[in-house]
């Protein structure tokens, strides 16, 4: 995709005396280290001269008082970051469990963003707090909500898991405040998995007089409702048999939600239907019509059927499209022929409203004009076309491609098809230009629906028609009115901008033609239709009729009738079946993803065949919305109502005291004006609310804490039930809170005690909040979710970006294996237990549930290398070596997979470099050699050395060792400039995707990993830390006022961000590698953990806390700024979780399960350092103190287990010069040890291994 600039990201030169920061003053405020952060100053004019296209000075706007006050900045400790609901209103933190839905709470008091339902939209339901004091009543929220009177201020902080409210406003007699979290316990994914949030409210009276305090939760029951389509009131299409319920459970009063299941749909005989609708739609889960019913695709309608041989086929078309083809329309009209029955339908029907205005209500004439004229069939290459990108490939593919469901539907062999076994590609094909020379254009279209995947109509510049698939892969034909430019030139655009589902768009068959249906298709209409009209009229939109045929004239035979629900139809005999045409549609348009909308059109359809269907009547218990949940309090006095349907009238009642009864009250009692009792009528569900009374003493402060918890079992992939985990330890939301509120005082103060642990450091407040907020994502189920045989998997992105689990993309993760790693070595069983081949290479993505064969792509070469480097990780991070004994044999075949792939292209014998496609987490492969790759497949080895050490296998070990050595060489021979290291690539410029001499920010990524898994240095560390210095002084650029942004963009305005690749010595590809000029945090946070291990902490400093003030809170261009939800392809990126490597870099942590080794050396803040460890057992906190009273030389540790055990053998400290003594206690008893002083620290060996329990501390003091 060619840029509209060539700025590499190297931009112009800087000014002494210019309003912009100079390089000199720059470096005197930042350092030498750091002397890169406004971009080398000669990068610019370099790639003036070496580029195809000129490039674009970026200039910066930050000025030297504001680069001092950002520094200083930076290594303050800080408080915790302040959101107010009037300045912050993006910050919302989400609440709920590993795998069990979420919603999130913010800054203003709303709770949007409702993923509970097994959907991955975000869903809205009416949830909401509210207080009574004195006489004032308000609602908990800044904005949104009921029309009741509001809260003026709110304040947040967060900490996650936890987030803190604080309600402002001076009509209150008391100070409130509201603590929200889901329980959070490393290495508990049990209790991590909750589906619960709790909520509790502390009231404090500042006054000298007692006060009386009323909280209140209202929320509507949404059983049935999957985040789909808006609630109105109490309805929605999906409601219906809703129940409420208040009983008591211990000391809490509980408002259970549930529904009645729906009995499953009838039919009492066998009809199979064929329709012109969105089947993916129609077939979305549950499935609700009986075995009896089939719906299929119109190009499934059998042909060549004999006469007599089509009873109970029924063929709907709704809106019958003006393109609908001869070919299909004599399929249908010979079934109809053979008995069929076939119904028109619809609020537009465009093909019947062309048929009568052209033959204005009178038998058909011959009405051919000009003839066609084929503009494109795609049949041999793109030759009348300019290509842009990647995804269309160098010339039209021939149908479905690798990893793709089969596309169908096209004319001829070949077709337009931007999916290159990923929809991760983006393209544009651009047609010559045209003269408009006949009325109608017609094509042939597939793929994605969104406007990002589309097939354009240009006309002076602009874009005056459109047309995008529906999320098929079959093409359906698509007509375009364009008599309003005829005699104009334009041209056709087709477009793939979008890298998530359905990414991608298939096009064919582009033709001009004066006739919008054929004429064979005019026939056959006059043969089919029972009446004659001059066109179709819309009509009354809140009946039935929705349209009305303009002169209509029935034919003889004909006769008309009116169906159960007011619908009129005219129906007629053809052959031996008959054909209905209805004044209206069948289904609402946009309602097949309804279940209940989906069955009364199926009762329509069977009725009009002489047959009965019977609806569910009620959500059906396999739907994706059915559960139940339950909103408790355990604070005193607390009562509610069960059951209203409007929100002012139920504020309004418990304002003035009255109808918030107790438990014990008779049910009766509940009963509202204008609702019956459960369940509801069919559409319709039910509101109920919740309060507690406290009186509140002078000075006094009172807890009052609410509780909701779900459960929601019925996850589906495509159409196969697979469940959720979390619904397998719990029946019901009832019995989750029952557990919640009996435990709650454990549950609270392992939350709590994580959260003080973690934050109970030296490192800046925005250090410790980048590194928490972004492990959040292991509890967002837009990204890591758990189905019921307990497999768990990763998208990349909330909202299903991407299939799931990318190994590439994962291959950054670190905080999940950290902090539950019983998690993450499940996803290493999916890759080596399912996912590798016999070759060894582990496939990219996986089918849900995993089969015991491969699926989903071909092996990423990073994302496998980066498997081999997780299953290191995880052999680590076990308490012995019995994972490794059961996983050696995959890692090995892993390893040797790199091999044989290296010594493919280097005459049968490695050499310690990949030299063929090289696919990877760009979207596309990248050819020749690239340290990017490279340092990938050396760390990879060099874990394979090791581990097969470990196993005894010193051969495999010294091949490896081998191996390994020889690439080193050749990476150092191929790519080193003198500066960082580039792509070796000859011909790069010929081709699309490439890097060439580009300076990529992550070409060290394998030495990152390397150092997490200490492994050593992969590269020389001097060639290591000046390519780190040089991504720092080129990529880095501290403002974005300026900078051309091409592809995504992640920051923006004063922005300060790494971007992913510039050019400072010139030789930017015409089209570059894909994304080089965006920012990610997850590469940012890699890069930056990887300069803290390297002794950069300056320039690591800079880049974390610029990706964190993008997510400040504030909203602004061009993405959403959550600090709990960081964006690239979809939000709450999977990439962003390499922020753990942050802190193990940091702290120098690193721990050996089956050694039993630790090894600690702090790189900031030695002399007094603290911070959160987790290992394969327990977790805790470390420090190090240093004692510089006397000569400097004391130093002391404490290793506490806050829960569970840390075995340790050996432990290796970061020691002062001149250390003599080592002591180490354990509960008050010394230890014996033997030391050792090694070139970078104190190896320490306990006589007898040591095991710290919970609650225990390790003291070692260095004198």
């Avoid at 299409?237 to 509980?254: D, H, L, R, Y």
């Avoid at 070949?414 to 009325?439: A, H, M, Q, W």
């Avoid at 994706?624 to 005193?636: Q, Y």
């Avoid at 504030?1114 to 922020?1139: Q, T, V």
């Amino acid at each position: 995709m060619p840029r509209n600039c060539n700025c590499s990201g190297g931009c112009g030169p800087q000014q002494d005396g210019a309003d912009g920061v100079t390089r000199r003053e720059f470096i005197t405020l930042v350092g030498a280290g750091t002397a890169g952060l406004l971009l080398h100053n000669t990068v610019g004019a370099q790639a003036a001269e070496t580029r195809p296209v000129s490039a674009q000075t970026v200039d910066t706007q930050v000025t030297t008082q504001e680069i001092a006050r950002w520094k200083k900045a930076l290594f303050e400790p800080a408080a915790p970051r302040l959101y107010r609901s009037d300045t912050h209103t993006d910050a919302r933190m989400h609440l709920g469990g590993i795998g069990t839905g979420n919603f999130d709470i913010g800054v203003d008091g709303q709770f949007l963003n409702w993923q509970l339902f097994n959907t991955l939209r975000d869903g809205y339901v009416p949830f909401y707090f509210a207080v009574r004091s004195g006489n004032t009543a308000k609602l908990l929220q800044t904005t949104g909500g009921p029309d009741w009177p509001r809260i003026r201020q709110i304040e947040m902080t967060g900490e996650y898991p936890l987030a803190t409210l604080r309600f402002r406003d001076a009509d209150l007699p008391v100070q409130l405040e509201l603590t929200a979290f889901t329980p959070f316990a490393p290495l508990d994914s049990r209790l991590s998995s909750m589906p619960v949030a709790a909520f509790v409210f502390r009231v404090h009276n500042p006054t000298s007089q007692l006060q009386k305090v009323s909280l209140a939760a209202f929320m509507q029951n949404p059983v049935g409702y999957d985040a789909q389509g808006e609630i109105r009131g109490v309805e929605h299409p999906n409601f219906g048999g809703n129940v409420n319920e208040i009983t008591s459970e211990g000391n809490a009063t509980v408002l259970s939600m549930r529904a009645v299941p729906g009995q499953a749909p009838t039919l009492d005989k066998p009809i199979q239907l064929y329709t012109n609708l969105n089947l993916a739609a129609l077939h979305t889960p549950p499935v609700d019509r009986p075995q009896n019913l089939t719906v299929q695709a119109l190009d499934r309608i059998p042909t060549g059927a004999e006469p007599g041989n089509s009873p109970g086929t029924v063929i709907w078309l709704e809106n019958a499209p003006t393109e609908l083809s001869d070919t299909t329309l004599r399929t249908i009209h010979d079934a109809v022929q053979a008995g069929a029955t076939l119904v028109f339908a619809g609020h537009e029907m465009p093909l019947l409203h062309t048929y009568g205005q052209l033959t204005g209500g009178k038998p058909l004439q011959n009405t051919a004009g000009r003839p066609d004229i084929l503009f494109e069939d795609f049949e041999t290459d793109y030759s009348k076309w300019t290509v842009e990108g990647t995804a269309f490939g160098e010339r039209p593919p021939a149908g479905t491609q690798p990893n793709q469901q089969v596309v169908s539907g096209f004319e001829g062999k070949r077709l337009v098809n931007s999916y290159r076994g990923t929809d991760g590609v983006t393209g544009r094909l651009i047609s010559k230009p045209f003269t408009i020379e006949r009325d109608f254009i017609r094509f042939l279209v597939g793929g994605g629906s969104e406007p990002s995947t589309q097939i354009r109509l240009i006309f002076n510049g602009k874009t005056v028609r459109t047309a995008s698939g529906r999320n098929e892969e079959r093409l359906a034909a698509a007509l375009w009115d364009v008599r309003d430019f005829s005699g104009q030139q334009a041209h056709l655009e087709i477009v793939d901008d979008s890298q998530g589902p359905w990414g991608h768009i298939n096009v064919d068959h582009i033709q001009f033609t004066d006739v919008p249906g054929s004429q064979t298709v005019m026939q056959l209409l006059q043969e089919l239709l029972p009446a004659r009209f001059s066109g179709v009229q819309a009509a009354n939109a809140t009946s039935p009729n929705t349209v009305t045929f303009q002169n209509l004239e029935l034919l003889a035979g004909s006769h008309q009738s009116t169906t159960h629900n007011g619908l009129q139809i005219i129906t007629h005999a053809v052959g031996k079946g008959q054909v209905t045409l209805a004044a209206g549609p069948l289904i609402r348009a946009g309602g097949e993803p309804y279940s209940r909308e989906r069955q009364e059109a199926y009762a329509l359809v069977s009725e009009l065949a002489g047959a009965q269907f019977t609806t569910s009547n009620g959500t059906l218990p396999t739907a994706p919305g059915f559960g139940t949940l339950a909103l408790a309090t355990s604070g005193p006095n607390a009562g509610g109502m069960e059951a209203f349907a409007d929100w002012m009238v139920a504020f309004t009642d418990w304002q003035a005291g009255r109808r918030f009864l107790n438990a014990k009250a008779p049910r009766s009692a509940y009963s509202v004006s204008g609702l019956t009792l459960p369940p509801t009528a069919p559409g319709h569900t039910v509101n109920g609310a919740l309060a507690s009374t406290v009186t509140v003493a002078p000075g006094q402060t009172v807890e009052v804490p609410f509780f909701l918890t779900w459960h929601y079992p019925n996850k589906y992939s495509h159409d196969t039930h697979v469940g959720n985990h979390y619904t397998t330890l719990w029946p019901n939301a009832r019995a989750v809170m029952q557990e919640a509120v009996a435990n709650f005082s454990t549950l609270r103060a392992r939350t709590e005690q994580f959260r003080i642990t973690f934050y109970d450091s030296p490192l800046p407040y925005w250090m410790l909040d980048c590194i928490s907020s972004q492990a959040s994502t292991i509890r967002h189920v837009g990204v890591v979710f758990r189905i019921a045989n307990s497999d768990i998997y990763g998208w990349e992105g909330s909202n299903g970006c991407c299939d799931p689990t990318c190994t590439h993309v994962w291959g950054y993760e670190q905080s999940l294996a950290r902090l539950f790693p019983d998690l993450e070595k499940e996803m290493r069983r999916i890759d080596y237990k399912h996912q590798q081949s016999d070759d060894g290479g582990i496939n990219n993505r996986t089918a849900v549930p995993s089969p015991p064969q491969p699926s989903g792509e071909h092996p990423f070469v990073d994302g496998h290398a980066s498997c081999i480097l997780k299953a290191y990780r995880e052999a680590l991070n076990h308490p012995d070596d019995s994972w490794l004994r059961e996983y050696w044999p995959g890692i090995q075949r892993a390893v040797e997979y790199l091999i044989k792939r290296d010594a493919a292209t280097s005459g049968g014998k490695p050499t310690g470099i990949l030299e063929d496609d090289q696919w990877n987490t760009y979207d596309e492969a990248l050819h020749g050699v690239t340290t990017f790759i490279g340092t990938y497949y050396l760390a990879a080895l060099r874990a394979g050395e090791e581990l097969a050490r470990r196993r005894g296998d010193n051969a495999a070990a010294n091949r490896y060792h081998s191996i390994f050595e020889q690439g080193q060489k050749r990476l150092i021979d191929l790519c080193w400039n003198g500066e960082y290291f580039q792509q070796h690539l000859t011909d790069y410029e010929k081709r699309n995707g490439e890097i060439g001499p580009g300076c990529m920010s992550d070409q060290l990524i394998g030495q990152w990993w390397a150092h997490q898994l200490g492994l050593g240095y992969v590269l020389p560390q001097e060639m290591v830390q000046k390519a780190l210095k040089s991504v720092f002084k080129y990529n880095w650029l501290p403002d974005h006022t300026n900078w051309q942004h091409n592809w995504r963009k992640f920051a923006g305005g004063r922005d300060k961000g790494l971007l992913i690749c510039t050019w400072p010595k010139g030789g930017r590809p015409a089209n570059p590698m894909l994304y080089v000029d965006e920012v990610w945090t997850g590469i940012e946070y890699q890069v930056a953990g990887h300069m803290i291990y390297e002794g950069m902490v300056d320039e690591a400093f800079a880049i974390i806390k610029g990706a964190r003030d993008r997510y400040d809170g504030i909203p602004s261009a061009p993405m959403p700024r959550s600090p709990w939800n960081e964006f690239e392809c979809g939000g709450h990126y999977a990439r962003a979780m390499s922020s753990w490597s942050i802190l193990l870099a940091m702290s120098g942590w690193h721990y050996d399960g089956m050694a039993q080794s630790l090894r600690f050396a702090p790189r900031y803040s030695p002399a007094n350092f603290k911070t959160f460890w987790s290992g394969p057992e327990g977790w805790g906190s470390i420090s190090q103190t240093r004692n510089t009273a006397r000569d400097g030389r004391g130093q002391s540790h404490e290793i506490t287990a806050v829960e569970g055990n840390l075995r340790l053998a050996f432990l290796h400290l970061d020691a002062p010069d001149g250390v003599k003594r080592v002591q180490a206690q354990l509960g008050g008893k010394r230890l014996a040890t033997s030391n050792r002083l090694t070139t970078d620290g104190l190896a320490i060996t306990f006589d007898n291994a040591v095991i710290l329990r919970q609650g225990q501390t390790l003291n070692v003091n260095l004198t």
